[in-house]
């Protein structure tokens, strides 16, 4: 309720805090026997009371030194595998007390190690800055030694123990690692890691559990796993228990787990929709881990770590599935992508290991693609959102020399009609576009494309030839040209061939003179890095010589990342 005037608050008498701990503590003593239903309550209360002493931050870091969690965490632990054995034994009693004592304990530990609730924004789906976190004027409370060993007993024979009391432990380990660098580096350690993994191998094996709840429980440990990896980047190694080359080696294994060693009773048709469900989960979490401020160094670990062989015969094993598989290939595109993203390093890597080709004739096995599948090759080659043709150019030529490869094979003349109108656009956007298709070879691979005129739809062709002749006016080879023209034989003599026209409007594109005048070799200083370099002063002919060259500024494209105030600036001397 909102009043005018606040309510007056009196201060708690000094002594509270001693009062309240030897309440607790009693009741922890009298564990052994069985708590009456008054002490149940009794305990239950003061935890209530704990976390309301909380919300005013500036007793968070008291309540932590004292022995008030480390009591908390006994009666937990207590009640956690009382809640166990009575679902071993099939017992029908009435839990409800004891199960919210135990949500109420892992809310008052959420309270102490996360007091800005810093976890529960991150799962809201708001991100704080490194800016807004540095503001947080109380620290989390220190973190207990009681805390490892009890977040690793109560997962062990978990499947005796409820799906949203495993959420809430959950909750409580990725409010730990979000909390503060000093408790998550203490908490993230071999036990709690290999909990985390057990975790999400057991979201594989369903049963009769409630969908909803199970895929909560894995949504929640890959996020508890991203941040994990955020943690571990900005440690030094000394500080870390784990490496995050370890966590992604095992997160691999599970994520290309071999499903055809199940029983086939277990490998129906509900279960595999479920299976393809987890790994398109963890392939996002992929996703959501590069999107951190040190990508750069990440992207090595997750090169090192053999992801693109992962990646693809995660793709390749697939396909014993029915169904889902174009999900999938969405995903795993997108997980590409995000390794790849800004490092012509990783890009490198990928060509030499595994090479487009390879991709392509797996996709295609795949069979005819979606409209979403293309559409993320799109965003790929851009690095983006495709659609935003001006605002983004060519990133990775080679997933649009897939394309077009791949045009002859799609059924769909709407799709192929689609993709080549979206070529002929960002090819041809601007100089720099067109330079890097043709040094990519595309005029080749359009011409090898045509040569299937008779599965192409004469406007995707008509596109294709159009893109052709513009890449042609930028620089056109004999042998490119010889391609183009053996392109127009035909079996009859006498029958002209379907491209004849707009090959010839192609040619007279390419001879044609547009704008200023332009040379034909010239330096290209697009890059950040991009520069002339000259010879010292002592290697001079002479006392000095002079440099004189022509400059044209093409518009270039806006990047997102640079339009701030430090925006990049090219320099002339």
């Not at 503001?135 to 009681?146: H, I, N």
Request: contains cysteine; hydrophobic residues 40%; proline residues 4%.
């Amino acid at each position: 309720r909102v009043d005018d005037i606040p309510p007056g608050i009196s201060l708690l008498p000094d002594n509270i805090l001693q009062v309240l701990r030897l309440q607790l503590l009693q009741c922890v003593q009298k564990m052994s026997d069985g708590l009456e239903e008054q002490q149940q309550a009794l305990s239950l209360l003061l935890v209530k009371f704990f976390i309301i002493l909380c919300r005013n931050l500036a007793n968070v870091e008291e309540i932590g030194m004292c022995s008030y969690i480390n009591h908390v965490i006994t009666m937990t632990t207590l009640y956690i595998q009382q809640l166990k054995s009575k679902t071993k034994e099939k017992e029908v009693e009435d839990q409800t007390p004891i199960e919210e004592f135990v949500r109420h304990a892992l809310a008052f530990c959420e309270s102490l190690y996360d007091p800005y609730r810093n976890w529960r924004q991150r799962i809201a789906g708001r991100f704080l800055s490194t800016v807004e976190k540095s503001r947080q004027k109380y620290k989390p409370a220190s973190l207990t030694v009681e805390f490892v060993p009890f977040f690793y007993q109560c997962f062990q024979e978990s499947e005796h123990l409820k799906e949203s009391l495993k959420c809430c432990l959950l909750h409580l380990f990725g409010a730990i690692v979000a909390g503060g660098q000093r408790n998550a580096l203490q908490a993230v350690s071999p036990a709690t890691m290999e909990v985390l993994m057990r975790v999400l191998a057991d979201c594989e094996n369903w049963d009769d559990r409630n969908p909803e709840e199970v895929s909560r429980k894995a949504e929640l440990t890959l996020k508890c796993l991203t941040e994990v990896v955020h943690i571990l980047l900005t440690s030094s190694s000394d500080q870390r228990q784990v490496e995050t080359s370890t966590i992604l080696e095992n997160y691999f294994k599970l994520l290309n787990s071999d499903h055809s060693a199940l029983p086939n009773p277990r490998r129906c048709r509900q279960w595999e929709s479920r299976f393809i469900a987890l790994q398109i989960q963890m392939l996002n979490t992929i996703t959501a881990m590069l999107d951190c401020t040190d990508r750069p160094v990440l992207q090595a670990i997750f090169l090192n770590s053999n992801c693109f062989e992962h990646l693809i015969r995660l793709l390749q094993n697939c396909k014993v599935f029915q169904g889902h598989l174009d999900c999938l290939a969405v995903s795993t595109i997108q997980a590409l992508t995000a390794v790849m993203h800004k490092s012509p390093a990783a890009k490198e890597v990928f060509k030499e290991r595994i090479g487009y080709a390879h991709i392509y004739e797996v996709l295609k096995s795949l069979g005819q693609p979606s409209r979403e599948l293309l559409e993320e090759l799109m965003n790929m080659a851009v690095e983006g959102d495709h659609m935003a043709v001006g605002i983004l150019g060519i990133s990775n030529v080679q997933p649009l020399l897939l394309l077009i490869q791949w045009l002859p094979e799609l059924e769909s003349h709407d799709l192929q009609i689609f993709i080549s109108n979206w070529l002929r656009r960002i090819c041809c956007i601007n100089r720099q576009s067109r330079a890097t298709c043709v040094n990519a070879n595309m005029v080749i691979c359009i011409i090898e494309t045509l040569n299937s005129h008779s599965a192409l739809h004469c406007t995707c062709a008509e596109n294709l030839i159009a893109l052709l002749g513009s890449l042609g006016s930028q620089s056109m080879g004999s042998e490119e040209l010889l391609q183009l023209i053996r392109l127009l034989r035909t079996e009859e003599p006498k029958q002209a061939h379907p491209y004849v026209v707009p090959v010839m409007r192609a040619i007279l594109t390419m001879a044609r003179k547009q704008g200023m005048s332009s040379a034909l070799q010239y330096f290209n200083l697009y890059h950040s890095m991009a520069g002339i370099a000259v010879p010292s002063i002592h290697k001079w002919p002479g006392s000095a010589f002079s440099f004189s060259a022509w400059l044209c500024l093409d518009q270039d494209r806006v990047d997102p990342s640079t339009t701030s105030k430090s925006g990049k600036r090219k320099q002339l001397y």
